[in-house]
């Protein structure tokens, strides 16, 4: 019944808003949910309410942009996200859906290796639904997905410069 790819991709706003109304849906379905966050701090307010519901959320922590972060920080963040991995690829058997945020940033960003990232797509093959999300993602993983939608940016507030606001855009 499960085991079907979506990825969420694009510069526009909702990805994380989709994978997180589709844990909210399977969960109140009875369905077994985890929710995993790379590249985010891990304080964002979604994940707030996804405890509250009982629903499992782990998370790899990272302060600021990838690309800004020391070599020492970078090299932590890659370690952080691998090991993540590494549980998400154990626990994906009892799991009825996974989503995994920003994950395909982190594909992209050679934050993740490929081999690490093939062997989490395959545990996840046939036995939980699996939800990716990120700006973009390798051609590759594209191909295997049964759902993929694409969110594209119009116009942003982000575009004039406004900061992000909690609760709407965190």
Known sequence: MYGKLHCYIGDGKGKTTAAVGLAVRAHMAGLKVCMCQFLKDG???????????????????????????DAEDKAATCSESAELCAVIANKAEE??????????????????????????????AG?????????????WILERADYLTEMNKLRHPFDLEVPPRSGIEF
């Open 43 to 69: 304080l964002s307010a979604e994940l707030c309410g996804l405890k509250e519901l009982g629903i499992e959320v782990m998370s790899a922590p990272m302060q600021g942009f990838y690309m800004e972060l």
């Open 95 to 124: 799991l009825d859906l996974l989503v995994l945020d920003e994950f395909l940033w982190a594909v992209t960003m050679e934050i993740l290796p490929e081999e690490l990232v093939r062997c989490v797509l395959d545990a996840c």
């Open 127 to 139: 036995n939980c639904e699996l939800v990716l999300t990120g700006a973009c993602a390798p051609d």
